[in-house]
């Protein structure tokens, strides 16, 4: 496993298909993040969203967005990825751009795919949809537009909200 | 007038934006230049808003999205199987390097190992595929600083590369060759005796290049301490790749974290610790002659046996087979109709494309259709260097600057 | 010199036709594209206008990177919600007469991208001559695109379009 020291409080910590993840809660993802990268872990390798909307899985998770954070050991090749979930009512999380540089960037496109919030963000605007482009494109309930095609098999759930939202 | 357009950029800009020094008094006021999304040299529909005091550059801000193809959308409308076709098109100088990310992504979650040959021919088209995308980059970058030339041999061999890929694949471009489970098809005899002579004729037309650039002195001038990127701030950036070589770090996901059986091959990692475009230049003029030395190897030990898993449940059955057996009918059947279903989990697998890093993360909720896919691009990164290398540099550099980075704005955008 | 005398003069060096004819024959033969490439297909132009497909032998080498020196827009790859109003603003800065080559699925029809960030069909704001199919097409679909649109540029003549 990890020759790192983890932080105290976290929720979870396992492998899944020889990825090694651990998840934090929301308000700690600072801490977490800044022990870890004081341990080696100083490349950030991505940072992105999942939509767990109506999600089939049998141990649902907790909340209904997920936030992953990848991280890498340069010197020891390992990879780490840290978990945050976050609430469909209240989706902010505190932003981390200044601990790791392109992070800044990943956060502005969360906010633009999925709208979650990142608090303490220096500029967060709409960095891949036109600005005045109503809607979080990437969101589950979004439908993922286009027009109808002949033949298509199921392009009902393609043009409109699919009926798990 | 100059604090206030300064005070704008520090909101639109990036972190990095709160190094930019301000002009001394009286140096006059600065002038904002929009750059794109059409312009011939921003390697597609890149936007740049270039702070200018005179002619030096102050700030910069890339505005994207002009590309904007919604493929992570996309994928999750399309089930297991088709949506390697989509992952052709969002880093469209690498497609093969592409799918392979994805295939590996979707072959770590189920847990499956492709046979040694498939490994090899992955090896072969992702070889291929890195020079012809640096040749794209050493075409173009050579085309915008002045050296027409170089473009023309450029492409010229790169058009070899894709009659390969044409040959192996049925297309030149977008070969979707490399699939979860194996690859699409063995290589043709036609095709080994190309990459032979592909092989053989390469390395002389490496030297073409590096006769006509290497020291050639208004290359070096445009080149040389221009766009220095310190290897502190690449790794605090984010850099990988020809970026990351280039400030001197040894970082190469074929020998750090291997995958397609790389670690059999020998070969050298290519390091310049120059900093600037010039050391980039270098590092993928290395590159393509490494890439060669390992197409040698992996096509003089190309093994036998099977291109593809033995598995129904993944990979359609062979024709004949449709003939005789009702359960290949029930299973060919099965697999146009619903495909396959990853177990239910999500993982990261990265692999080094000729930008850098280019990863594929997969979550799967036990269904036949993604639930969530991400690329993970170079170019996305890189941008963000973007100002932190051209600060201070006077804007006909900057042709030069953008052009190292090696951009694809559909990997930018995806 | 009376007309008589003219035609003693050039005897039967002279040809005759339409101005027509004659204009549609000098535009079709020296049709400048815009350098406008957006995405896969670019490539694919580039290929074009490189030394094996050489698109010069069409008269169509001088890809210029201004629209106000261009007469063709070859639309080249996917055409996104956000770059859509740039487009068209570039079709109008192009001086007539001008034409638009459609290069690729995604231009002509949004392609595998049948969501909401593509333009359905680049033909929604810009008006097209000749649609290339192909993903991307093949150098040699774009050559012949463009000597399908040469034919058309001799027909129309002098009025180039209504």
Known sequence: ?165 | MAERRLEQTGVQGMTITRTRERPAEGRGELLTVNFGPQHPSTHGVLRLVVDLDGEVIRGVRPVIGYLHTGIEKQMEALRWQQGVVVTDRHDYLSPPINNLAYALAVEKLMGIEVPPRAQALRVIMSELTRIASHLVWLGTSGLELGAMGVFMYAFRDRDKILAMNEEISGYRMHTSYIRPGGVMADATPRFLEMLEAFIRQMPSCIDEYEDLLTNNPIWIARTKGIGRLPAQDAIRLGATGPMLRGSGVNWDLRKDRPYCGYEQYDWQVAVEDGCDCYARYLVRIREMRQSVRILRQALDGLPGGPVNVDDRKLLPPPREELDTSMEAVIHHFKLFTEGYSPPAGDVYVAVESGRGENGCYIVSDGTHKPRRVKFRSASFVHLQALELMAMGHMISDFIAIIGTADTVLGDVDR | MGVEQLAELLGDNILTTTVGKAIGWGRANSVWPFQFGLACCAIEMMHASGPTFDIARFGSEAMRASPRQADLMIVAGRVSQKMAPVLRQLYDQMPEPKWVISMGACASTGGVFNNYAILQGVDKIVPVDVYVPGCPPTPEDLLNGLMILQEKIKAQGIKPRL
């Not at chain 1, 090694?20 to 993802?29: G, K, S, Y």
């Not at chain 1, 767990?52 to 936030?67: D, G, I, K, Q, S």
């Open chain 1, 1 to 165: 496993m990890t020759p790192v020291k983890l932080p105290e409080d976290i929720l979870d910590h396992g492998v899944i298909a020889g990825d090694e993840h651990l998840t934090v809660a929301r308000d700690r993802i600072r801490e977490t993040l800044e022990t870890l990268k004081a341990q080696g872990y100083e490349s950030y390798v991505f940072m992105t969203c999942v939509d767990h909307l109506a999600t089939p899985v049998v141990e649902r998770p907790p909340e209904r967005f997920e936030l992953v954070y990848q991280l890498r050991n340069m010197r020891t090749h390992h990879e780490l990825r840290v978990r945050v979930f976050v609430p469909e009512d209240d989706p902010r999380v505190p932003s981390v751009h200044d601990l790791y540089g392109p992070a800044n960037w990943d956060e502005r496109e969360t906010w633009d795919l999925f709208g979650i919030v990142f608090e303490g963000h220096p500029n967060l605007t709409r960095i891949l949809m036109p600005d005045d482009w109503v809607g979080h494109p990437l969101r589950r309930d979004y439908p993922v537009g286009g027009e109808p095609v002949d033949f298509s098999e199921d392009h009902e759930t393609w043009q409109s909200t699919p009926p798990e939202a």
